[in-house]
């Protein structure tokens, strides 16, 4: 049920829906996220899906805090 609410909540605001997420998640966790490469591709993608444009000086502070272990691990916390 808790699932299920966070995908209502991400696809209220963002428009995205539940299968997309989940594809999305899935390609992060074949991905290596210490790879900048491959964490600027998923910014990409993210920034498409929502629409919302990600300046190189945020996609460069995104691609540290991930690298550094900066990130939240609790992901309800940043909605």
């Known amino acids: ?4 609410s966070l ?3 991400i696809e209220k605001k963002t428009n995205i829906k539940k299968e997309t ?10 991905n290596n996220l210490k790879d900048e490469k491959s ?10 899906l929502t ?7 945020k996609e460069n502070k995104i691609i540290e805090a991930i ?10 916390k940043m909605f």
Do not use: C, T, W, Y
Not at 21 to 30: F, G, P
Not at 39 to 48: G, K, L, M, N, P
């Open 1 to 4: 049920m808790f699932k299920e």
């Open 7 to 9: 995908f209502n909540r």
């Open 21 to 30: 997420i989940l594809s999305l998640a899935n390609k992060l966790k074949q």
């Open 39 to 48: 964490i600027r591709e998923i910014i990409q993608e993210i920034s498409h």
């Open 51 to 57: 629409g919302k444009e990600v300046s190189k000086e």
């Open 67 to 76: 690298q550094n272990n900066e990130v939240p691990n609790n992901i309800d």
